[in-house]
C-alpha cells in the first residue's frame, strides 16, 4: 500500500484546509484510516481515524468540531476537512493506513501552517 497526501499550505488563522490521501496498491487490504501529526519539537499524536466503512470516527479533543474525517472507497481516498484552524494546528500532517492483518502503512506528509 502506498499512501500520498496532499493539500497542506499555508493558511491564516480562522481558515480552512481540506487534505487527501491518496491510496494505491493493495487497497482492497485496508481496514482502518487516520491522520496523524507531528509539529516541531513535539511527538506524533493521532489527530482522526475512521474505521473502513466510514461509520466509526475518533477525533482528538483538540480539533472536535473543527475538523472533520471522511473517505471514499471507491476513489481510494480519505480526507480530513480543516475549519477553524489555529497556529497551534501548525504541523507535518501523515496519513495513515492499517490492513486487515495489522500492518501500518505510513505516507511522507504535508505541512500545514496556520499564521496568526
Given amino acids: 500500500v502506498q499512501l500520498v497526501e496532499s493539500g497542506g499550505g499555508l493558511v491564516q488563522a480562522g481558515g480552512?484546509?481540506?487534505?487527501?490521501?491518496a491510496a494505491s496498491g493493495?487497497?482492497?487490504?485496508?481496514?482502518?484510516m487516520g491522520w496523524y501529526r507531528q509539529a516541531p519539537?513535539?511527538?506524533?499524536?493521532?489527530?482522526?481515524d475512521?474505521?473502513?466503512?466510514?461509520g466509526t470516527t475518533n477525533y482528538a479533543d483538540s480539533v472536535k468540531g473543527r475538523f472533520a474525517?471522511?473517505?471514499?472507497?471507491?476513489?481510494?481516498?480519505?480526507?480530513?476537512?480543516?475549519?477553524?484552524?489555529?497556529p497551534e494546528d501548525t504541523a507535518v500532517y501523515y496519513c495513515?493506513?492499517?490492513?486487515?492483518?495489522?500492518?501500518?502503512?505510513?505516507?511522507?506528509?504535508?505541512?500545514?501552517?496556520?499564521?496568526?
Fill in 50 to 54: 475512521i474505521s473502513k466503512g466510514g
Fill in 69 to 86: 474525517i471522511s473517505r471514499d472507497n471507491a476513489k481510494n481516498t480519505m480526507y480530513l476537512q480543516m475549519n477553524s484552524l489555529k
Fill in 16 to 21: 480552512s484546509l481540506r487534505l487527501s490521501c
Fill in 26 to 32: 493493495s487497497t482492497f487490504s485496508i481496514n482502518r
Fill in 41 to 48: 519539537g513535539k511527538q506524533r499524536e493521532l489527530v482522526a
Fill in 96 to 116: 495513515k493506513a492499517v490492513n486487515f492483518g495489522g500492518v501500518a502503512y505510513w505516507g511522507k506528509g504535508t505541512l500545514v501552517t496556520v499564521s496568526s
